[in-house]
Every structure is written in structure tokens, then in C-alpha cells.
């Protein structure tokens, strides 16, 4: 059996002032799934830095503007974020919450990715 490693959560109570610390332990085969999520994301990202600007160049952005398209995913996943969130939130679909934005965004994705 592995050794749970201990991690903390807190919760607090909106109701009252107090604030508890419940302790929740996970497993080493929790922590490596975690990691190796976490690690999959950063090969992402890698992989984004590598290819992207080579074919942004190849298309014809200028030199001088890659900065900016570098800052605009960011900026905006910042503010459409809450903002789809808050609209999955109170989505009242027959698919559930999050299903139709999920469909939605995907059928985006694939027409813009649609060869011209």
C-alpha cells in the first residue's frame, strides 16, 4: 500500500466567522495522475512556442507584431472566461450546463480551421 501524501483544503463558512482546515490525503497514484496532467499541459505549451511563430511568420505577420498576438490569447481567455462561465452557469439545455458551449466552441474551432 503507498504512503497517502497529505494536503490541505480550506473551507470556509460564509454564515459564521470561523475558518476550518480539513486535511484530505491523497495517494502517490493521485499525485502522478495530477503531475502528469500538469506535464501535458507544459508539453503543450512547448509545442505552441516551437510551431507558432514559424507559421505565423510563414503566413505574414510581421516581426514586429508577434508580441501582440502572443499577448492576445491571454488576454483575451482573461475576460471571455468568466464570462462563459457565467453563461454555462445558467444555461438551462436539455444537454446540461456545459455540453452546449463544449459543441458550440468545437463546431467554432473546426470551421475555422476549415481549409478556404
Known sequence: MTQ??????ALTDTNSENT???SKRKTRMEMVRISAAVMGI???????TAFVSPTLLK?????RHMTLIWC???????????????????CRSKLGRRRPFI??????????????
Open 4 to 9: 497517502p501524501i497529505l494536503t490541505y483544503v
Open 72 to 90: 492576445l490569447s491571454p488576454f483575451i481567455g482573461f475576460f471571455l472566461t468568466p464570462i462563459l462561465g457565467s453563461l454555462s452557469d445558467n
Open 59 to 63: 503566413i505574414g505577420v510581421k516581426h
Open 20 to 22: 476550518e482546515v480539513i
Open 42 to 48: 507544459e508539453f503543450c505549451y512547448a509545442a505552441e
Open 103 to 116: 459543441i458550440l466552441l468545437s463546431i467554432g474551432i473546426i470551421l475555422g480551421k476549415w481549409p478556404k
